[in-house]
């Protein structure tokens, strides 16, 4: 191959916007997938729903704001801002929650500051946060998983799923159908000690376990593809996880009655998706390699806390909030020295 | 020393200067009891009678009060002011005064009318403080009640609702239920929807001032003739 005589960036790759996003649009795919699996449709309509909303709400911004709609709709930041609420709400919520979290999303979070690249804060999440302040009812039950429905391996058909999806008021038969999550089962213990909630409540019997594991699984190998492809760097996300499990692991050893052991928080809750998909978000993270080290952990720190001693049972959404705020101020005290200068006094 | 015409007065306290949306002034208040009507109005009105007596007190000892110790004079004047609204309150509506809570006896640390009190009252003659007074608590109290509407019906699909709190026996039928069987939205009921609700209000006044000053440009510039050249190089012969 001839040597191309072009000056630099040598790029091998496209590295638009566009593109990436596809590729984290791709990687979410395998914890999607595990998803539809275990709680059947009701993920995967509620992702196309606020694919459409978001498309629709970004266009129509867009020409109130004048900019060029083909130019910003193929950066697809919407679309990826709609997949990752989608798999961040439970697969039972009605349509017009999955609306109003869309819509809010983008034009509030998004466009108000400014569109893509100005935002403060992820827009997913604020839209996640704000559905699960204002329905804390719809947002806290999760279906069933496979293998606890009535009947052994029966999950919602499409049918049912999509009436529940389109029906204003909670379809009964879903009702049935609906539990807790591992870590808001474990929250609410009460005197129980752990060996015996393990032992005694549905959601965390072995198979039911298992199927929670497999999303978060899902999510960390799509999270380890985006790291192959050089998407983002290692630091936030490990360095979050680390903490995660430094945390937990010194309570559990600590009290294990008390405190959850580290692989329910590693693996029973949002912890995965979050780690690998919400803090590397580069617009609203720390830039410098030490900051996202910072940002990572201060997030982690945070989630654990939040679930151990706040009163949600998972708490990713407000840990990236809150440290959305902070990333200007950690990126402020770890400015990178330039090569050859010396460090400011 | 009044320098404001009348109407200049009405104008800043209704639009220009309008104490919540421009000078974002009392905003504690403002964000806290916006959850419904009758407590931006009960709170509207409350804050209004202090504005206009405090102006008032302060315009008239104006010229007594050396300028060394005249905040500490003002702050005295205004809680003594409070203190007679809060017991009237209690007197009259004390339900209200119940649901209002806290923030009546907190009109005190309400620097919309330290501010009035220092920016205006202290330098003006009686009269045209007591009307910027007025003005400025109509304006608060405006903002207060298309916040409070605002709110209540994203909130809870409902306008006008117990209303009698304030307004006695008459006004217990005035609730309108504008959405039927309204799950209500919680979000707007907490803070967080009382500042994105207060965001959009600022956006739409900037949005009408936009709109005007435009008109006015484009109204001025017919009038423009066309301007005469004046020559910076060369000679002039």
Redesign the interface.
């Known amino acids: 191959m001839a040597l191309l005589r072009v000056s630099s960036p040598h790029m091998t790759q496209s590295g638009t916007t566009g593109h990436v996003m596809l590729l984290v649009m791709l990687a979410t795919l395998p914890g999607l997938t595990m998803l539809t699996y275990f709680f059947g449709w009701g993920s995967l309509i509620n992702i196309v729903w606020a694919g459409i909303v978001a498309l629709c709400t970004e266009a129509i911004i867009l020409t109130l704001r004048g900019r060029s709609l083909g130019f910003y709709l193929r950066d697809y930041s919407a679309l990826v801002t709609a997949l990752l609420l989608g798999l961040a709400l439970p697969p039972s919520v009605p349509w017009w929650l999955t609306l109003i979290a869309t819509s809010f999303a983008i034009i509030i979070a998004k466009h108000l500051y400014g569109g893509l690249g100005n935002n403060l804060f992820n827009p997913a999440m604020i839209g996640y946060a704000l559905v699960l302040i204002a329905f804390p009812l719809e947002m806290t039950s999760w279906l069933a998983p496979k293998s606890l429905t009535a009947m052994p391996g029966e999950i919602p058909s499409f049918i049912t799923s999509l009436t529940s999806f389109f029906s204003v008021t909670k379809v009964d038969s879903f009702d049935v159908m609906t539990m807790a999550t591992p870590l808001d089962s474990f929250k609410h213990k009460g005197a129980l000690t752990a060996a015996e909630l393990w032992a005694k409540e549905p959601i965390l019997s072995p198979k039911s376990w298992q199927s929670w594991q497999y999303i978060s699984l899902g999510y960390l190998m799509g999270g380890l593809y985006l790291l192959y492809r050089k998407v983002f760097t290692w630091h936030a996300p490990i360095s979050m996880l680390a903490v995660m499990a430094a945390m937990s692991a010194l309570f559990w050893w600590y009290d294990p009655n008390q405190y959850a052991s580290p692989q329910l928080h590693l693996l029973g809750g949002a912890t995965m998706l979050g780690a690998f998909f919400i803090v590397t978000d580069p617009v609203t993270s720390a830039t410098s390699v030490k900051g996202k080290l910072y940002y990572g952990a201060c997030i982690g720190l945070l989630v654990y806390a939040i679930r151990t001693w706040g009163n949600y049972p998972d708490a990713v959404a407000f840990s990236v909030l809150l440290m959305n705020f902070a990333a200007p101020f950690i990126d402020f005290y770890t400015k990178p020295r330039t090569y050859g200068h010396q460090r400011d006094k | 020393m009044s320098t404001k015409g009348y109407i200049e007065i009405t104008n800043d306290g209704l639009w220009h200067n309008n104490p919540a949306l421009v000078q974002l002034l009392g905003l504690c208040p403002l964000l806290a009891v916006t959850a419904s009507v009758v407590n931006a109005l009960g709170l509207g009105i409350a804050t209004t009678l202090v504005l206009v007596g405090s102006n008032l007190s302060v315009s008239l000892v104006r010229n007594f009060v050396p300028d060394t110790v005249r905040l500490p004079a003002f702050v005295m004047i205004i809680a003594a002011l409070v203190t007679c609204v809060e017991l009237l309150s209690q007197a009259f509506t004390y339900d209200l005064y119940l649901s209002l809570g806290i923030f009546i006896p907190l009109i005190v640390t309400n620097c919309a009318i330290l501010g009035r009190a220092e920016a205006f009252a202290r330098k003006n003659a009686i009269l045209p403080s007591i009307l910027d007074g007025f003005m400025m608590g109509l304006g608060f109290t405006s903002v207060l009640l298309i916040l409070g509407a605002m709110r209540e019906i994203i909130g809870q699909g409902t306008l006008f609702a117990d209303m009698h709190l304030l307004l006695g026996a008459i006004a217990s039928e005035w609730k309108i239920i504008l959405i039927q069987d309204y ?1 209500g ?3 707007a009921i ?1 803070p ?1 929807g009382a500042f ?1 609700g207060m965001g959009l209000l600022i956006a739409v006044k900037s949005i009408i001032d936009n709109q005007i000053s435009l008109r006015k440009k484009a109204h001025k510039e017919i009038s423009i003739t066309v301007n005469k050249r004046v020559r910076v190089t060369g000679k002039i012969e």
């Open positions: 799950g939205f919680l979000f907490l967080p994105i």
